[in-house]
């Protein structure tokens, strides 16, 4: 007996449906993961030179201008970290009934009819912590320090005024 297991068919399936799951998540992920990238290289150039109020600039509506580039795309961030697994969830559903649908077809519970399904099933729940995990972890880390970074704006707002 061959075995015909290969990760790639893990997360493909047997059909349409796991795969646009699949295809979904692993979109989510490259696209947080590019957000990812560019928030590091942003915080990164922040480190090196930061940014900080002048005397001459509107000191009303400054502070919002320059923290806009660290909020930037944070809301995606966001999506796919609550999103994500619900989308692997669904995939999971789906390949726990396409198990069960191989059981009615063949007559037989057999962990060959079942197997292949929940294989697919913990296929896509996988997927969906995969793009779920960096995605919250990262939106966590950045929404602070822009926090961070927003607050310090504020207060040099503040002396400028007292000045």
Same mark, same amino acid.
């Given at each position: 007996?061959e075995?015909?297991?290969?990760?790639?068919?893990?997360?493909?399936?047997?059909d349409?449906?796991? &795969? @646009?799951?699949? /295809?979904?998540? %692993?979109?989510? !992920?490259?696209? #947080?993961?590019? $957000?990812i990238?560019?928030?590091?290289?942003?915080?990164?150039?922040?480190k090196?030179?930061?940014?900080?109020?002048?005397?001459?600039?509107?000191?009303?509506?400054?502070?919002d201008?320059?923290?806009?580039?660290?909020?930037?795309?944070?809301?995606?961030?966001?999506?796919?970290?609550?999103?994500?697994?619900?989308?692997? &969830? @669904?995939?999971t /559903?789906?390949? %726990?009934?396409? !198990?069960?649908? #191989?059981?009615? $077809?063949?007559?037989?519970?057999?962990?060959?009819?079942?197997?292949?399904?929940?294989?697919v099933?913990?296929?896509?729940?996988?997927?969906?912590?995969?793009?779920?995990?960096?995605?919250?972890?990262?939106?966590?880390?950045?929404?602070?320090?822009?926090?961070?970074?927003?607050?310090?704006?504020?207060?040099?707002?503040?002396e400028?005024?007292?000045?």
């Amino acid at each position: 007996m061959e075995n015909s297991f290969s990760l790639l068919s893990l997360f493909s399936g047997r059909d349409l449906m796991t &795969l @646009f799951v699949s /295809v979904v998540l %692993v979109v989510a !992920s490259i696209l #947080s993961w590019t $957000v990812i990238i560019e928030k590091i290289r942003l915080w990164r150039l922040q480190k090196r030179n930061p940014v900080v109020i002048k005397h001459g600039d509107n000191v009303e509506t400054i502070a919002d201008k320059l923290i806009r580039p660290f909020d930037k795309n944070l809301w995606f961030l966001s999506l796919v970290s609550y999103v994500a697994p619900f989308i692997g &969830l @669904f995939g999971t /559903v789906w390949g %726990v009934m396409d !198990s069960f649908a #191989s059981i009615g $077809v063949n007559q037989s519970v057999s962990i060959g009819v079942i197997a292949p399904g929940l294989a697919v099933a913990l296929g896509t729940t996988a997927l969906g912590l995969i793009a779920a995990v960096p995605a919250a972890i990262a939106y966590g880390v950045f929404a602070k320090k822009a926090d961070d970074l927003y607050d310090l704006l504020q207060e040099q707002i503040k002396e400028i005024k007292h000045k």
